[in-house]
């Protein structure tokens, strides 16, 4: 049996802020049957993730392209790798059977075909919404589980700072670090953003940096007695800013830097005597170097799930010919929470 | 009994390059007698210690004044602490008795009275020369140590560079870092201490700085494989060369800008992508937080000093009055090794 299958592949490279029109939709037919031999399968994808660091695969050049597989440069009229939720059509991969649902490395497509060896997994429970998988049970809330936790270490009532803190990453961020007994400040780009952190999230303050003509005193004013902990997500004038208001032994967990994405002359340049005499750590990660954490995170986070001790913030649009769309206003602030997009209804029976 | 305590004392602050007009020599009459109830002591200094590090002191403002007490702003005509060695003249400190040799905070001055809980702790042997416990075997080679082992964690093959590197602790952290079997580069600014350190110390390559015009290039020539640790000792440009040409789980210790030290408008800004997608960590130390590692540190060092697996390179100058000089000379790139002013003979009987 053949389908058609629309998938997004980059029409232009990525020069400053993207728009829709660096991206297209387009098709090709997809048999669904599986070769003689080969262990692949074929997924139907049911949700796609939307995250900002596919920025950097779209550009001409980024120093990131030559690093991991994730971060590989993108060509253009190919297909788009990205974190999905999905159903299995057809296997001959003796780990999956039909009908099995998947988490990992889909795309932003209607149908992917895995390779043996490709990251992906079945979904153990269906207790959540499945696509909770890609954000507070996925990559976005183990990226939050591992940067918070192994990366700086909180200890109760140590003073927590988390920039673009209603994205997918930093609300994560700033709920994980209020159940360990920080204290937490959040800064994002609009009122109602703010608004949403401290009324609903339980954050202890949160700012619209947007409204801060200076950022190192901002800081100082949120912080009187200083930062112990910085989960920075959008590095630039924060970072320095950051640096400037920390305390002794203070740790910085550099996970993103979407101020910079779409600017290569911006830079963050802290001042590099108070990282000495501060003695201050400032640590690059990915969650890839830590899904040796994934089960422990799970039942953490299930858990609190439960309890009703986290929100969970999940913007979502619908259709495959939304992706654009919702990668491009990543960069505009549109989204709150993790952003996703649904292609088809789980529940619908489906091929 | 009185003497005339001859002292160095901060004319001026400094504002960019130092210069020996900033300091001053100048003297006050001191009792050698102490008081009763006191436990103090007083020292007449042998040696003292030269350090890029006390530029920051005598500036009308650094971040780094407010962090630790090595780092207090100095006032004006008043005396300067300093690291040194001496020998006790007259205590009443029940740790310390007459003509005990000691290592820790003095000052740039003739005398120094001791007050007790001050760092200061008798120098246990004579074998080596005395001033060695000012380089090697005291606060630069203690620098270089926990920098290199605790903060970069080197293994046997791991591409090392080292800036600053014929400086006090540059030399010492190249010649750690071949000992633990690491290939290693260093920069220096000048074709003499290049020479030094390629047919002297043993380092694997050398090149100066100041004939590369672009330092991201001239690192990418010097390690084809790639940098694994990078102990900072510069700052500014380098620092960002360095990170560009990092691998994967690269580290860099920062333990020294001496590049913005005279220039607060030069910053240090390392691409950030760099340090997230290749998980590099930047950690600030001092070694104020290592001296529970000082007991192995000299039992190591010793140990390599006896079979002549380290080169001493000590830059002496005699006499107080050539401390603004020598302080000076260190941002001219004047010292090889480590700087020190000898004040006095230890072998001359004195008082």
Not at 22 to 50: A, F, Q, W
Not at 151 to 171: D, Q, T
Request: net charge neutral.
């Amino acid at each position: 049996m053949e389908v058609e299958n629309m998938y997004i592949t980059l029409k232009t490279c990525v020069n400053g802020d993207p728009s829709e029109s660096n991206l297209e939709l387009t098709s090709t037919r997809l048999s669904l049957k599986i070769e003689e031999g080969s262990k692949d399968m074929i997924v139907k994808n049911l949700y796609v993730s939307i995250d900002p660091y596919q920025i950097n695969r779209m550009k001409k050049y980024s120093s990131s392209q030559g690093t991991i597989t994730f971060a590989t440069q993108l060509v253009p009229r190919e297909k788009i790798d990205a974190f999905g939720v999905g159903r299995v059509v057809v296997s001959s991969n003796p780990d999956f059977k039909k009908d099995d649902l998947v988490k990992g490395v889909l795309g932003w497509e209607e149908y992917s075909i895995v390779q043996p060896g490709s990251i992906i997994s079945k979904i153990a429970t269906t207790e959540f919404p499945l696509s909770y998988n890609l954000g507070v049970l996925g990559t976005s809330g183990l990226t939050a589980y591992s940067g918070l936790y192994e990366i700086c270490k909180p200890k109760k009532g140590e003073k927590v700072f988390v920039s673009a803190a209603s994205g997918s990453v930093g609300n994560l961020v700033g709920q994980f670090a209020k159940l360990s007994g920080c204290y937490v400040v959040g800064c994002a780009g609009s009122k109602k953003k703010v608004d949403m952190l401290k009324d609903k999230l339980g954050f202890d303050d949160a700012f619209n940096y947007k409204e801060e003509p200076d950022l190192k005193s901002a800081l100082k004013r949120y912080f009187p007695e200083g930062i112990d902990i910085y989960f920075d997500n959008v590095g630039a004038e924060m970072l320095d800013a950051a640096v400037a208001n920390m305390n002794l032994l203070g740790r910085v967990a550099a996970c993103g830097v979407i101020a910079e994405y779409t600017d290569e002359g911006k830079r963050a340049a802290p001042n590099m005597l108070d990282v000495i005499y501060k003695r201050i750590t400032i640590r690059g990660f990915l969650t890839y170097d830590h899904h040796d954490k994934h089960a422990g995170f799970i039942s953490s986070i299930s858990d609190h799930l439960r309890q009703g001790r986290i929100h969970v913030l999940e913007d979502i649009s619908y259709g495959l010919e939304n992706v654009p769309s919702a990668f491009a206003g990543l960069f505009r602030g549109d989204n709150i929470g993790k952003k996703i997009v649904k292609l088809a209804d789980p529940r619908e029976g489906i091929l």
